[in-house]
Each structure stands twice: as structure tokens, then as C-alpha cells.
């Protein structure tokens, strides 16, 4: 069953996200301890994992999650997903359609990426259990995000979907979370402001106090 809360402070990483002193299961063990409530694991762009080496890690990363009851999700990659039997997937719009793998998919989390009212109005959401919206400001982390369409298309999209799950993405910093959170969104998606801080036990603890 998927709990919304759960989208408070949604951690999303690859290999290539995370500098090169560091690995990403040193810095998601270290998110998880200091509390992160989702992770989906993206490996995509320069350096990242393929094949067996990147179903390899996910089998990793999603053991650790499963030992802190963090749902783990896997971005785009439904054969992956399958295969090491992730709690999860989140897929974009130009990604596999939903009702292509929902129904071998199911008591699984479904998350889809929404930009737009437009976006929305061409989407079923029927199996789908929570949207993405952004990017909410310019991202480095995506490079082939769309422009920023800020945090009010939050509203805009509440007026159509009320109060089904939302997590806002793209650029979210501790600074700007409070704005966000404020227009009505479940919580955020982080990217880079935790796989590439300086400190991110601090880091996760300071945006979950700004999501509440």
C-alpha cells in the first residue's frame, strides 16, 4: 500500500551523481540513517553503470533500503525493476506507457513524470500511484529537462487532480523546499543538493524539517 508520506523527502541517485571521493552506498546508507523517506535509484548519463554491473548495484542499494523499510524504486528500467523485484518504478512520458506494464506490475508503486497541465491531460493515471512535476527551478542534474515551469503549476495541477500524490523535482535546494511545500506538494525530489553535499546527514535532516 503507498503512503504519500513517503514522498516527504524523495532521495534520487545513480553513480554519476556522486563525486568521485565518495560511493553511492556509503552516501545512501548515510541518507538513509538521517532519515530519507524514498530512493529511486536513476543511473543514466556519463559513467554510468550498464548490464550486470547496474542490475548488480540496484540489488544492493535495494537490500539496503529493504533494511531501513524505505521503498526503493527504479527509474525508467521496468526490466530491472522485474528482476530484482523493486518496490517500485517511475517512468517519464516518453518512457514505456504505464497500462504496457501495470498489470505485471502490480502491489508495486508507480510513479509517473508530469511537467504541465498538458502533460496531465494526456496521461492516465489509473494505475499510477504519484506524480513527478518539474522541474521546479533550472537543474544541472537532468540534461534533458525542460524548462522550469516553478512551484505554481503545483496549484494549477491541484485544481485538476486535488489531492492525489504530488513530489516536486528539479533544482530543490533546503532553501527553496519551504516555497514548495507551501503550494501544495508532498514533498521533494532531490537530486544533487544531497548525493553532492558536503555534508549529508546534515543535508537530509534540514529538508526534512523544511518539508513538515
Given at each position: 500500500?503507498?503512503?504519500?508520506?513517503?514522498?516527504?523527502?524523495?532521495?534520487?541517485?545513480?553513480?554519476?551523481?556522486?563525486?568521485?571521493?565518495?560511493?553511492?552506498?556509503?552516501v545512501v546508507k548515510i541518507a538513509l540513517d538521517s532519515g530519507i523517506t524514498m530512493f529511486q535509484y536513476r543511473e543514466k548519463g556519463d559513467?554510468?553503470?550498464?548490464?550486470?554491473?547496474?542490475?548488480?548495484?540496484?540489488?544492493?542499494?535495494?537490500?539496503?533500503?529493504?533494511?531501513?523499510n524505505v521503498p526503493f524504486i527504479v527509474n525508467d528500467d521496468v526490466a530491472l525493476a522485474e528482476n530484482i523485484n523493486a518496490d517500485g518504478i517511475h517512468v517519464g512520458q516518453n518512457d514505456m506507457k504505464v497500462t504496457e506494464f501495470a498489470q505485471k506490475f502490480k502491489n508495486k508503486i508507480i510513479g509517473l513524470s508530469i511537467s504541465?497541465?498538458?502533460?496531465?491531460?494526456?496521461s492516465d493515471l489509473t494505475y499510477v500511484d504519484y506524480i513527478g512535476v518539474g522541474p521546479m527551478y533550472a537543474t544541472n542534474s537532468k540534461k534533458d529537462a525542460n524548462l522550469p515551469v516553478g512551484p505554481e503549476m503545483i496549484p494549477k495541477l491541484r485544481s485538476y487532480i486535488e489531492d492525489f500524490p504530488l513530489v516536486a523535482i528539479g533544482g530543490i535546494t533546503v532553501d527553496n523546499t519551504k516555497e514548495i511545500i507551501q503550494a501544495g506538494a508532498d514533498g521533494v525530489s532531490i537530486i544533487?543538493?544531497?548525493?553532492k553535499s558536503a555534508n549529508v546527514s546534515k543535508t537530509v535532516r534540514q529538508f526534512l524539517q523544511n518539508v513538515d
Open positions: 500500500m503507498f503512503d504519500k508520506d513517503s514522498l516527504k523527502v524523495y532521495f534520487i541517485c545513480g553513480t554519476q551523481d556522486i563525486p568521485s571521493s565518495k560511493s553511492i552506498k556509503e559513467g554510468a553503470l550498464i548490464g550486470n554491473d547496474k542490475r548488480e548495484m540496484a540489488q544492493q542499494l535495494l537490500e539496503l533500503c529493504q533494511s531501513y504541465d497541465v498538458n502533460e496531465y491531460q494526456q544533487s543538493a544531497i548525493s
